[in-house]
């Protein structure tokens, strides 16, 4: 069984940074990408940016030059560095792995919200 646990949530105003962390536990393959999602209110889930097992990574245009996706293997986790967060940025934060062409295994969600 695998399980995702986010991290790093929280209240921040704007123009300010959050890192947040996702472990992952049970038996993820090292070949799988990962991803963060978010979803704000009334609005659909929306891939954020996902890094692959090479390292490979890919962003949204909204985030793409204040976002940054990494992992540390060793510790099994990947990391959404947000700097310069906007309003807009607020939403829940989702990790996800995925196998073969699926997202298939999804932390809880973490709460991101950027005041004005």
């Known amino acids: 069984q695998v399980q995702l646990v986010e991290s790093g949530g929280g209240l921040v105003q704007a123009g300010g940074s959050l890192r947040l962390s996702c472990a992952a536990s049970?038996?993820?393959?090292?070949?799988?990408?990962r991803g963060w999602y978010r979803q704000a209110p009334g609005k659909q889930r929306e891939l954020v940016a996902s890094?692959?097992?090479?390292?490979?990574?890919n962003y949204a245009d909204s985030v793409k030059g204040r976002f940054t996706i990494s992992t540390d293997n060793a510790k099994n986790t990947v990391y959404l560095q947000m700097n310069s967060l906007k309003p807009e940025d607020t939403a829940v934060y989702y990790c996800?792995?995925?196998?073969?062409?699926?997202?298939?295994?999804w932390g809880q969600g973490t709460q991101v919200t950027v005041s004005s």
């Open positions: 049970g038996n993820i393959e090292r070949l799988n990408t």
């Open positions: 996800a792995v995925r196998v073969l062409t699926t997202w298939r295994y």
């Open positions: 890094i692959t097992s090479g390292g490979g990574t």
